[in-house]
């Protein structure tokens, strides 16, 4: 049976039945490094840690896309986006919050900081890390996203690495 508007019977409309779905946070950073191998992380000055230069990806905008609008916004780079590296399952904030999902994108090289324009409306500063430095800079979950990033580089697979928090 159907309604006036065509409905089935006992069935939501596509529109209702797709907003109502779980939602997740899209972020994406990139894995840059200098010819030395170290990792260049940049400092938010609205965190404590730092991170991969990146951010949160817009309403229906893909990963990679994202990675590199906010590595040209973040730090001035206009970077080929390689590979997928590593994707990073986590919900920081609680079980009532929205999950965020985050993809690691190949940056390549760039010689110690050649051309890095910081934004300074949200940056502080940038650095090159070597990877055994990382955990002194990063936020847990970075640290683990940073590695399997670096794993993946060196083996050519991307890495899922969920973030369980308890």
């Not at 006036?4 to 779980?22: N, Q, V, Y």
């Not at 992380?41 to 230069?53: A, E, G, I, S």
């Not at 929205?98 to 409306?121: A, K, N, S």
């Amino acid at each position: 049976m159907t309604d006036s508007a065509g409905a089935r019977e006992g069935f939501i409309d596509h529109d209702t039945w797709f907003a109502a779905l779980p939602s997740v946070v899209v972020a994406a950073g990139a894995l840059i490094t200098d010819p030395a191998g170290r990792i260049l992380l940049v400092k938010p000055n609205y965190r404590d840690h730092w991170t991969l230069p990146g951010g949160i990806c817009e309403h229906g905008e893909p990963p990679h896309a994202g990675c590199a609008r906010e590595v040209a916004e973040e730090i001035g780079l206009s970077l080929h986006v390689g590979v997928l590296l590593a994707i990073d399952w986590s919900q920081p904030y609680g079980e009532d919050s929205r999950p965020i999902m985050h993809f690691v994108f190949d940056g390549g090289t760039i010689r110690d900081g050649d051309g890095i324009v910081l934004q300074q409306e949200e940056l502080d500063a940038f650095r090159f890390v070597p990877a055994a430095e990382v955990a002194g800079h990063l936020a847990p979950f970075g640290v683990r996203r940073v590695r399997a990033a670096l794993a993946a580089r060196a083996s050519g697979a991307a890495v899922y690495q969920p973030t369980w928090v308890s």
